[in-house]
Every structure is written in structure tokens, then in C-alpha cells.
């Protein structure tokens, strides 16, 4: 065990030794995962917006200014009889005028009205959620009397759940295109080990190594160049997003809310490391499988 | 132990190296291979190690058909063979005990006892001073002694040493020539080709002869009276 140590620890040594070259592979290679990886924050963050908005899709009934209290009973009947409708919640105008002014932080435009823009509203809340069925519900609702116009709130979250899917094709596509440029890579800088190893390589065989013997250091040195390309995409995302961040936190302030950007989970870190230290590993793996059979001393 | 049966080995472009080769080797023996160069002696030491293969004929090492291992084996045929290069091949990246410890860290050999047995080699070959040294600072002699600490550090049951005095001065060779056969009385089997006519003139062993790829029998007898009658 501790020749086997000591064995890998000289050969990796020894692989080391040219500092600027193996920064450099590494550099690349987090510069490469991080793309893709970054990508696919955003889009996290992007999602987790949008299911915040609007987790419940929901039709809004906004009243013609002139309903009266009578009209608003009778509709409410009408609603709650609906089989399609789970439950209904009422917005008074003078309620909703409040809203208005807490979640916006245009209390000052607000208060310097002087009568309230805003009309009676229903928000129905229906018993399915499929696409087709609320807009059918929509369209349903729209035709009843006094309702000056029915809403379908998630539509807009349904076509940036659509978009998003895209982004998230986008991301994969890149991944794939990328994660083979890290095995092209780690296959080359392998490639460049061997020749230079070629020699010791010839002797080990001669005096009996196996071939996984030989290996062996080789697969450790792609898995560490994976790893630490991506400990570098990490940290290349962790500090964009810091950055990010600080601006997004001055231009959120301005809108009086609070967005901000979070970083990879711990379990997404770790998936990105593991599957960069497997790229490098499948990189080495090709490579050695290639060019050990071809060293054979004479 | 060595068994050569009708062996032929022509290389790719057509060069015959052996032409039909029989003789046997037993456990224990030493026996020297001579030949002009050419003729032939590096080529049989290969086939020994598996580094060549027959075209014809079987080359059977402990009862191993050595010719027709398959590539996963070799490595441990090759473990429990000693085989001193006529180029060394030494490793200039590391030092002196380091090129001797790999063969025992490629045997996954228990660590502590491998420095014993690293040291115990190294003194053997008188290089126990130069340990720590980078083998470039060595004499040709010195490399030569490395080499064949390098071969014995594990304890092999056959030692196969190609031309292990070439280019060394009489005194040299009769220092390299004492430590193979301290390692024959422990009862090693030995195989040295060499064309120093004055290692030939000690053997105290057989010695084939090869002539153009092929073993001659009447000189083998030959040189045996001749070095007989010296001695």
C-alpha cells in the first residue's frame, strides 16, 4: 500500500513537474465546465422566480366599474356552484388599492390619486391545472355578466416554463459538447505524459509490471486534473454570482424588492466535481488504453 | 529449467536470429553463451524474457511454454527473472536506490522489507555509498553493478545477463563476474552471454556457442578442454 503510494506520488510528481502546462490544462477545463455549469444556476434561479410568482395557476375576474353589490352576490353563487372551481377569494377595490401600494412601493404614485382606478375582482382558483382546461375555464368565466375581463395569471409562466425548457436543452447540448472537449483534453495531456514516461514505462514492463500497474498513475492524474478543473469552475461561478449579486442587490433596491441569485447547492457542487473527476478519469482511461499497447520494449 | 526445442526466430525483413536451437538449461546451472556479435546471443536471452516469441519451436521456462504466454502472464514470468541489460536501461529520474526499489514496488513487496533487500542488493554490487547518487554520476562500471543489483534485488530464480562485461576493464569484469557466481552457489541459474575471451577463460560452466543463429556443438566440447586444460 505504501509502494503504491510512494509509486504514484513520484509519478504524479513528476507529472507535475511542468507547473505552467498543467495550470494551464486546468484552467481550461474549468473555464469549459463552468459554462455549462453556470448556465444551468441561472436557469435554477430563473425557475425558482417563477415558481415563487406562481405556484397555484389562477383566473382573475376583474368586475366593470359599475357592478353592484347585488351583481357581485349573484356571480359569487354562480362561481361557487361551478364544477370546475375549487374555492374563489374576493378582492374588494378598496383591498386591492391596498395591496397595490405595500408590494409595489408606488405608494406615492397611488396616493396622489384621487379616486381608485381599481375594480371589484374575483380570483378563482380552478380544480385542474392542465393548459387546455383553464383556458376553456378562462373563456367560460369571461361571458358571464358584469365580468369586464378574466385573466389566466400562469399563462405567462406557462410559456417561460416552455422557454426555460429550451434554456435547459441549450445547457445540456453545451455540457455534452463541452464534457467531450475535457475528455479530448485529458486524452492529449495523457498522451504527452506517456511519451515522455515512455522509457520508464519500457523498463517497468521489462521487469514485470502489469499493465495496471502503468495505469494506474496515469487514471490518477486525469481524476485530479478533472477535480481540480472543477474546483476552478466552482469558484468561477460562486464568484461571478458574488459579483452578480452585489449589482442585482443595487438594482433591486431601486424597485423596492429583494431578488438575488444563489449559487450551486452543495449537492450540485458535489456532482460537479465528481463529474469532472470522471471526465478526466474516462479521458485518461481512453488514452492509456490507446497507447500502453503500443510501448513494447525491444 | 530452460528447455529450448528446435527454436527459429527470423525478424520482420527477413533476418534469421536462430536457426533451429536445442538445449536444455537445468535449475541451478550456470552456463555461458558466446558467439561473435550477431550471431544471435541477445536474441536467445529475449525469447527467454517472452520480449521476442519463436517463429518456430518452443522455448519452455519452468515448464512454461514461454513463447505462447499470453500478454497478461508476462509480467510474472518476467518477475522471476533477473535480466541485466547490455544498455542498462537504467531510469536517470531518480536515483540510485530508487532504480533498484521498483522492482519490488511493481511486486507491491512489503514496504519496510523492501528497503532491507534495496540495501542488502546495493551492497552486494558495492554501491551502498552511492544510494542517494543520480546513476548519470556513475562510472560504466557502476552502471553495470546497478543493473545487476537491480536484477537480483527481488531474488530471481534464473539470471539472464547480456554482455555484463562488455566494454570493462579486466579487473571490473572479474569483480562482476564474482558476483554471478556467488549468486550460482546459492543456487541461482545462470545465463551470461559474453564475447570476453577472458570471462570465457574462468567459466567454470558450460558454454554454448553460436554461429550465424546456430548452436555449435563440436566447439562447445572445444572450449570446455580448452579451459580445462588452462585451469
Redesign the interface.
Given at each position: 500500500?505504501?509502494?503504491?503510494l510512494?509509486?504514484n506520488i513520484?509519478v504524479l510528481r513528476?507529472m507535475f513537474a511542468s507547473p505552467l502546462v498543467g495550470v494551464l490544462n486546468i484552467l481550461v477545463i474549468g473555464i469549459a465546465l463552468s459554462l455549462p455549469a453556470g448556465m444551468y444556476v441561472l436557469l435554477q434561479n430563473v425557475q425558482g422566480w417563477v415558481a415563487q410568482l406562481s405556484s397555484t395557476p389562477q383566473v382573475s375576474l376583474f368586475l366593470s366599474m359599475n357592478a353592484k353589490t347585488d351583481d357581485v352576490d349573484k356571480l359569487r353563487k354562480q362561481l361557487e356552484r361551478h364544477p370546475a372551481i375549487d374555492r374563489i377569494e374576493f378582492v374588494a377595490r378598496a383591498q386591492a388599492l391596498e395591496q397595490l401600494k405595500q408590494s409595489t412601493g408606488l405608494a406615492d404614485v397611488i396616493g396622489g390619486l384621487n379616486q381608485n382606478p381599481l375594480p371589484d375582482a374575483f380570483i378563482v382558483y380552478p380544480k385542474h391545472g392542465a393548459v387546455q382546461a383553464l383556458q376553456a375555464l378562462r373563456d367560460e368565466l369571461a361571458k358571464l355578466p358584469q365580468v369586464e375581463l378574466a385573466q389566466l395569471d400562469s399563462a405567462w409562466a406557462y410559456k417561460l416554463e416552455a422557454m426555460l425548457k429550451f434554456g435547459r436543452m441549450m445547457a445540456l447540448i453545451l455540457a455534452s459538447l463541452l464534457s467531450l472537449a475535457l475528455v479530448a483534453i485529458t486524452f492529449n495531456t495523457i498522451r504527452l505524459q506517456i511519451l515522455t514516461q515512455r522509457?520508464?514505462i519500457?523498463?517497468?514492463?521489462?521487469?514485470?509490471?502489469?499493465?495496471g500497474?502503468i495505469r494506474r498513475p496515469f487514471l490518477y492524474f486525469g481524476a485530479l486534473q478533472g477535480l481540480f478543473g472543477g474546483i476552478i469552475a466552482w469558484f468561477t461561478i460562486t464568484i461571478s454570482l458574488l459579483v452578480l449579486n452585489y449589482q442585482l442587490n443595487a438594482l433591486s433596491q431601486l424597485y423596492a424588492s429583494q431578488i438575488t441569485l444563489h449559487s450551486l447547492s452543495f449537492g450540485d457542487s458535489v456532482t460537479l466535481l465528481l463529474f469532472s473527476m470522471y471526465l478526466g478519469w474516462l479521458g485518461a482511461w481512453l488514452s492509456v488504453t490507446r497507447h500502453l499497447s503500443k510501448i513494447e520494449?525491444? | 529449467m530452460i528447455r529450448f526445442t528446435q527454436v527459429h526466430k527470423r525478424y520482420p525483413g527477413g533476418y534469421q536470429a536462430l536457426k533451429n536451437v536445442s538445449f536444455e538449461i537445468a535449475a541451478g546451472e550456470m552456463v555461458f553463451l558466446t558467439g561473435h556479435s550477431g550471431a544471435g546471443k541477445s536474441t536467445l536471452l529475449k525469447l527467454i524474457a517472452a520480449i521476442e516469441r519463436p517463429n518456430l519451436g518452443s522455448v519452455l521456462v519452468n515448464h512454461q511454454n514461454v513463447g505462447a504466454l499470453k500478454e497478461r502472464a508476462l509480467p510474472f514470468l518476467r518477475r522471476n527473472l533477473g535480466i541485466i541489460f547490455q544498455d542498462h536501461k537504467l531510469l536517470f529520474d531518480r536515483n540510485v536506490f530508487d532504480n533498484v526499489m521498483l522492482p519490488l514496488q511493481i511486486c507491491g513487496f512489503d514496504y519496510r522489507e523492501s528497503h532491507k533487500r534495496v540495501r542488502a542488493a546495493l551492497d552486494k554490487v558495492g554501491l551502498l555509498k552511492r544510494e542517494k547518487s543520480n546513476p548519470i554520476a556513475l562510472s560504466g562500471g557502476e552502471h553495470q553493478r546497478l543493473c545487476i543489483a537491480r536484477a537480483i534485488v527481488n531474488r530471481p530464480t534464473i539470471l539472464l545477463a547480456d554482455e555484463p562485461t562488455g566494454n570493462l576493464d579486466t579487473e571490473y569484469a572479474h569483480e562482476i563476474m564474482a558476483i554471478f557466481k556467488s549468486f550460482h552457489q546459492v543456487g541461482a541459474t545462470v545465463l551470461i552471454s559474453t564475447h570476453d575471451e577472458s570471462v570465457l577463460q574462468n567459466a567454470n560452466g558450460r558454454v554454448l556457442v553460436l554461429k550465424q543463429g546456430e548452436l555449435q556443438p563440436v566447439s562447445v566440447g572445444l572450449i570446455q578442454t580448452q579451459s580445462q586444460a588452462q585451469a
Open positions: 500500500m505504501r509502494h503504491a510512494a509509486q513520484g513528476r522509457e520508464e519500457e523498463v517497468a514492463k521489462l521487469i514485470g509490471a502489469t499493465n500497474f520494449a525491444h | -
